[in-house]
């Protein structure tokens, strides 16, 4: 299998999983994890420097899932590679499980647990001043929402980064256009969004975030020009693939429900991996 059938591949399984997962205790946040899946596939398959046997590797690269609520997107991608045992995704959202609905750094490969919004880009620019400092070659990645994008410690970190130059440092945007309570155009219009973060020295690329060659050529290409952060603007569509969750604000919140799973697994095209 060559490498785009691999991203398309683990694509495929992020969504069955976080459509698995979040239906176990019907909680959790499927319609974001369902529109980051070429993003975190291609992350993990193709462009994170970490190790699976050693998740605490000092040269590995970090990631950080600032969108928390998509926390079953991650664990996929995580349980896939061997970080941890596959039957821990079971476990999700459950009382005593070893998956909190949440993304937390107890899980081996989270480097840190988020869930509030605003806070993923803070820390990635902090994971990003110590390697500076220390004359460290691993690169630090951060996911985030157009939620995030709300936030004034999103924009402050946005403005603290180009400030100290950390051409270390790569900002990816799940855009999606939708947010907790409605379209992000009605809560705050994020547009232009590129001009904005180029104003404030960040170095921007647009891409399709479901194409995984635009994805891989896009962050093999990192950092698009020295001495600037990269920001990349993923346009994506909430709740890709099921199509009944495509572009709705419910797709927030909601998970597939159990008379659904096996028409939502056939549509996805992972029905031998899910069976019902």
Known sequence: MNRIDRYKLLARLIRGYAVKMTNLEHSGHVGSSLSMAELVAVLYEGILRVDPQKPDWPERDRFILSKGHAAAGVYAALAEKGFFPKEWTDTYYRDRGKLCGHISHHVPGVEFSTGSLGHGLPVAAGMALVAKRLGRKHRIFVLMSDGDCNEGSTWEAIMFAAQHRFDNLTAIVDANKIQALGKVR??????????????????????????????????????FEKGKPSFV?????????????????????RCVPDDRLAEVYEELGVSDAFPV
């Open 186 to 223: 009605d809560v705050i219009d994020m547009e232009p969004f590129a001009k904005k973060v180029e104003a404030f020295g960040w170095a921007v690329r647009e891409i399709d975030g479901h194409d995984v060659e635009q994805i891989e050529k896009t962050l093999r290409s990192v950092p």
């Open 233 to 253: 603007i993923a346009r994506t569509v909430k709740g890709r693939g099921v199509e009944f969750l495509e572009n709705t604000v419910a797709s927030h919140y």
